[in-house]
């Protein structure tokens, strides 16, 4: 089987109510996701529970056959799932290029002493990354000056430094700008080569754009699941959430 992911039945709750309720959720290697459903569905909540940021009550999350539920989040880390919030959390007074440096993993011999990365292999990782979220021309200016959608695209590429087999992206396009949506629709395609991408996302006609399979999320468990043409058509996707 190739699943990168499985959940099982993850069951999470706030004061007594039930933001995730016995979901039974997979994806594969190298699929791109697509996670959708109304406001407060869970759907935050789910990555915030695979990256380790909250423990589950219950159920379990298996990555690569490998039991993470409730290892703290640098372990999973450093298992390979890189995870995006909302709110960027690039440093403003650092270059691009200095933001991508730093965001790079060190390496450790078996003995634990750290071995320098070869400076060539880091510089071409860093020029490489950022051809990929359009910042070439703007490695040497401070993350601070750059508009809202670069350092969206910025922290995604801090992520990708550390090369995660498992990205988790909870609503990227928001507040961006039609043509900063259409470059990131792009930049998603290629990150999503080699890797498997989880997306949370409001923007409809950008779902429209980017999705295989998508999930819908509602009160914490899977409504509908499969193509955007198979759930665009399903009448209980179309009463929660889709119908005005
Ligand atoms: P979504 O991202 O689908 O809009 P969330 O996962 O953010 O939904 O939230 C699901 C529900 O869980 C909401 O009712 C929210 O208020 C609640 N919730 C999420 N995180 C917490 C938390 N850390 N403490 C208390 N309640 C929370
Ligand atoms: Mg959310």
Known sequence: MDDILSVNGLTVSFDGFK??????????????????????????????????KTKPDSGSINFKDQDVTGMIEYQITRAGIGRKFQTPSIYQDLTVHENLEISYPEKRSVFGSLFFKSSAELVEKIN????????????????GVLSHGQK????????????????????????????ERESTADLLRSVSKGRS??????DMAFVEKIAQTVTVLHQGQRLAEGSMQHVQNDQRVIDVYLGD
């Open 197 to 202: 991408v989880i997306l949370i996302e409001h």
């Open 128 to 143: 490489g990354v950022a051809e990929q979220i359009f910042l070439t021309d703007e490695l040497d200016s401070k993350a």
């Open 19 to 52: 933001a995730l309720d016995s979901l039974d959720f997979s994806v594969r290697q190298d699929e791109l996701r697509v996670v959708i459903g109304p406001n407060g569905a869970g759907k935050t909540t789910l990555l915030d529970l695979i990256c380790g």
């Open 152 to 179: 969206q695209w910025l922290e995604i590429g801090l992520l990708l430094m550390q090369d995660p087999e498992l990205l988790l992206l909870d609503e990227p396009v928001a507040g961006m700008s039609a043509k």
